[in-house]
């Protein structure tokens, strides 16, 4: 066998240019080339110097602070008061549908003849839907016209509905002519879908009925109308 001297390990020329190393305050925003062993700045992107490396402690000054606080009481006031608007819009529309419900229940348990034994045999099944503003202008009963009279009569009451929050009837109309402490009974007896229109005691044979529903805040008055013909015909509007 033949035995090689190992190598030592390479040195660093002497003459190798030593390496440059900047301070932090020169690296931040700096591109930097290899030239001849040196670590030199290239074309810098930012500055040096111009920028803190120190975390930014600053917080909101009293003037934002109560900006943000106006911005947000302004935000929140529109956000309610659309809101409110938007609560008795939906309120209202379902006050009406539920009226116009009734009499169609009305004329539907009329025409089908529902419970035509409890009339006899004098009478015709007849049901209805009485409205008294001037006793009471939050509620509507749903009748069985027993005796045919085309009125409401005690024991007649079959269901009371009790109007909530700020919705009222407001007033029964014919003819464009508005009263706000009317009595108003819409019955039909079998086998007729025709209404039979009673106002203050008295048959309305012609024109039609609206009964005017009312949601009532703070001044603020929103209406609509159920629309009866004696035809028969209900519509919301």
Do not use: H
């Amino acid at each position: 066998f033949t035995l090689a001297a190992i190598p030592p390990p390479l040195q660093q020329p002497a003459t190798s240019p030593p390496y440059t190393f900047l301070p932090p305050s020169q690296v931040l925003g700096t591109r930097f080339q290899v030239l001849e062993g040196n670590l030199s700045p290239r074309t810098p992107a930012l500055p040096a110097g111009r920028y803190n490396l120190e975390p930014n402690s600053k917080g909101f000054t009293y003037i934002e602070l109560m900006m943000v606080i106006a911005i947000f009481a302004i935000l929140s006031g529109t956000v309610f008061f659309n809101f409110s608007d938007f609560t008795d819009n939906v309120s209202l529309q379902n006050l009406s549908q539920d009226i116009a419900l009734d009499i169609k229940r009305a004329q539907s348990d009329a025409i089908s003849g529902k419970d035509a034994l409890a009339f006899g045999e004098l009478y015709k099944p007849s049901y209805g839907v009485s409205m008294n503003l001037a006793d009471n202008n939050k509620e509507f009963i749903y009748f069985t016209d027993y005796d045919n009279s085309g009125t409401y009569d005690l024991g007649e009451e079959i269901e009371k509905t009790t109007i909530t929050k700020n919705n009222q009837i407001d007033s029964i109309c014919v003819n464009e002519n508005c009263d706000e402490d009317a009595e108003v009974v819409i019955a039909f007896k079998r086998p007729f879908p025709n209404a039979i229109l009673v106002l203050n005691g008295d048959i309305v044979s012609q024109g039609d009925i609206f009964i005017k529903v009312a949601s009532v805040r703070a001044g603020n008055k929103k209406t609509r109308s159920i629309k009866i013909s004696s035809l028969g015909q209900i519509s919301v509007q």
